[in-house]
């Protein structure tokens, strides 16, 4: 979603149809009366729907480096699944709620793991932040060196599951780091204002939120689920924090996948 001021919002439904079933999510979301609520708030909204090529079409775009259909992905990528944060504003602090570092990197600092999926929907910080650059043809060429983000403006908050090299490199890149740990020491309120007093309270916000960063008991319709996440009430305060500052552009909301877990659906879209 991204906001132009408080009387007009823009919506993106970026569906990929890669076959896990999240590109059912935007449309079970909205379809929740979330649009209403939205509509009853803002002014005016927008909805711009933006799809992915159907899994039919997969079959000539072959893995690359590690990557699984990287074309597909890579032309998709401007509104799809969570790489839709690749092509943040570099004058934009983009904030990561995220149950997994975002640096499932292929052959780049460090080499690929052997057990790595391949799935890009774990390396966007890599392309956003530039610690990914390709000169392939059609995979992830169009990012240009004056849209990548601020290593040094990156915050994870509720950032579990992360291995070795994916620590390193957030220690190397200087990016704020606060894990559950970190949360149940200070408390999530003391979190986000120091989250915030490091990025400064004048810097624009892009909050890049998969659900998984809440505990499963929350969101059992998530892809990837992680025990010892945030609460509900913890999530929730995140958002009303960041947005009480004005200084929110916009946000990804992604891992909504109806098809897993059918019977918890409805407690996730809620």
């Known amino acids: 979603m991204a906001v132009s001021n408080n009387s007009e919002l823009a919506i993106v439904l970026a569906e990929s149809a890669a076959g896990a079933g999240s590109e059912l999510g935007p449309r079970a979301i909205l379809g929740s009366g979330l649009l209403k609520d939205l509509q009853a708030y ?6 711009c729907e933006i799809s992915g090529k159907p899994p039919s079409e997969y079959t000539e775009d072959h893995d ?3 990557m699984k259909r990287p074309r597909t992905v890579s032309k998709a990528t401007k509104s799809t699944t969570s790489s839709i944060a690749i092509p943040s504003r570099a004058d934009v602090f983009s904030r990561w709620v995220r149950s997994s570092a975002l640096m499932h990197m292929c052959q780049l600092t460090i080499p690929p793991r052997s057990e790595s999926s391949g799935n890009i929907h774990g390396m966007p910080l890599a392309f956003a932040t530039g610690l990914a650059k390709y ?21 994870h908050i509720g950032t579990r599951d992360v291995d ?3 620590g390193t490199l957030i220690q190397q890149n200087g990016n704020k780091f606060f894990d559950m740990d970190d949360i149940k020491r200070h408390g999530i309120d003391s979190v986000v204002s120091m989250a915030l007093e490091y990025v400064g309270r004048q810097t624009a916000i892009y909050l890049s939120c998969d659900i998984n960063a809440l505990d499963p008991e929350w969101t059992p319709s998530a892809g990837h689920l992680v025990p010892r996440g945030l609460s509900l009430q913890e999530g929730e305060l995140v958002v009303r924090r960041l947005r009480d500052t004005g200084n929110p552009v916009a946000m990804d909301f992604v891992e909504v996948n109806p098809t897993i877990n059918v019977e918890g659906v409805e407690r996730t879209i809620d």
């Open 164 to 166: 070795d090299e994916e």
């Open 64 to 66: 690359h480096d590690g």
């Open 42 to 47: 803002f002014g005016r909204v927008h909805v």
């Open 135 to 155: 000169q392939e043809k059609g995979i992830f060429d169009w990012i240009e060196q004056g849209l990548l983000i601020d290593m040094k403006k990156l915050v």
